[in-house]
């Protein structure tokens, strides 16, 4: 969830929760090694009850992440109080759905066309309304809310109408994904302080038939089948997060895969391109912690691309920057959330040449570039 970054996050009263999804993963850390640290970016732009981009639960006011402006791309919302983020693109490359604080402290969901002006409010509620997917037929949007009490997934028509609430849990459920076939949402569910960050199968009718399918966060269902991409801890180390795949068959999850890892980054909010071939994310670098105020922001966020296979790693965006919530789009572009311009607002560029892409990361042709793109590399992503 995502772009809206926020940090200098205050230590938590209850540790427990602030440990048990922290950067570094949810397992404990074993005595005597160092923890590897990194500030968790906010999910939501709300006052309370906000779910940070590593699963945790934050008390108190953020402090303003402040982050350098870096070379324009394409601009798609020009927010000049509050933020714009969590963009998602619908399947006919139309129209976009994102989340703001605009017009509220606590953000609203909103609807524009991708290069149009105007921009039409989904949702009015005084709670938190964020992460906000498309459906693949383009009529139904699904996004996380606190507004029954605690984070559950809804569902509402794109004119507004028809508000379903599809969880009703005292877990916190957020992260909600479609399948192909808009019958089925993948989510992440946290069933209470200290425990770990869990990936369900729900269906959107209503039946309240559901399925446990492993340990994750911020899953996301393939366009071209049963695959999910998601981030997962390592329990060693300095336990980053790292981008995984598993393959579902006949609802039953197999062959969970890590196709990009880093002892020196944590990778999140994986996102598949149109064909399923790529997968783009974040990459977000360690920082000391700051004492009792809370913790330092990253002082940038990139974007990242890799094959399915783990083959192909590539950064998309300039290092001196942070940019979160990568939404790959149809046509190839890549939608993102970044500060880049003083204020935080839903970007785009071209990492891919229109149609090449789903030639193979291996023969990937790199467009655009005044746009700042770096040539395909493998290797560690520490630079």
């Known amino acids: 969830m995502s772009d809206f970054v926020r940090t200098l996050l205050p230590v938590l009263p209850a540790v427990s929760v602030l440990m048990s999804c922290w950067v570094a993963g949810c397992a404990p850390e074993p005595a005597g090694e160092p923890v590897a640290v990194v500030p968790a970016p906010q999910l939501t732009a709300a006052r309370d009850a906000r779910i940070t981009l590593f699963g945790e639960l934050p008390e108190g006011d953020p402090g303003p992440y402040d982050a350098r402006s870096s070379r324009a791309l394409r601009q798609h919302t020009h927010a000049e109080e509050g933020a ?87 877990s916190q459920d957020v992260s909600a994904s479609w399948a192909p076939d808009g019958a089925s949402l993948v989510y992440c569910s946290l069933p209470g302080p200290g425990g770990q960050w869990e990936m369900w199968l729900t269906d959107v009718a209503g039946n309240g038939r559901r399925s446990f399918i492993g340990y994750g966060l911020f899953p996301e269902w393939s366009p071209s089948g049963d695959t999910l991409v998601y981030q997962r801890a390592r329990e060693r180390g300095g336990r980053w997060f790292s981008i995984w795949t598993m393959e579902l068959v006949d609802g ?17 909010l994986p996102t598949w391109s149109p064909d399923g071939t790529l997968v783009a994310y974040c990459a977000v670098g360690a920082s000391a912690a700051s004492g009792d105020a809370g913790l330092d922001p990253p002082q940038h966020a990139d974007i990242w691309v890799v094959g399915a296979d783990g083959r192909g790693r590539a950064c998309l965006t300039d290092g001196r920057s ?39 990361p291996g023969r990937t042709a790199w467009a655009d570039p005044d746009a700042g793109l770096t040539p395909p590399t493998t290797g560690n992503l520490s630079r």
Do not use: C
């Not at 490359?93 to 066309?113: C, M, N, Q, W």
């Not at 989904?122 to 605690?150: E, H, I, K, M, Y």
């Not at 197999?254 to 999140?268: C, G, H, L, N, V």
């Open 84 to 170: 714009d983020f969590d963009p998602h693109v619908d399947a006919a490359g139309e129209r976009i759905v994102f989340a703001s604080t605009r017009h509220s402290v606590r953000p609203d969901l909103y609807v524009k066309s991708v290069d149009g002006v105007a921009v039409m409010q989904l949702t009015a509620d005084p709670s938190s309304d964020v992460q906000p997917v498309f459906s693949p037929d383009g009529q139904r949007v699904a996004f996380s809310s606190d507004r029954a009490g605690n984070w559950d997934i809804w569902v509402v028509d794109v004119d507004g109408r028809n508000l379903v609430q599809i969880t009703d849990a005292p």
């Open 252 to 268: 039953e999850p197999r062959f969970p895969t890590e196709i990009a890892a880093s002892a020196d980054y944590a990778m999140i």
């Open 322 to 360: 942070a940019n979160f919530s990568p939404d790959w789009a149809p046509g190839g572009r890549l939608y993102f959330s970044s500060r880049r311009d003083g204020r935080e607002n839903v970007w785009s560029l071209a990492p891919v040449a229109p149609g090449s892409h789903g030639a193979g």
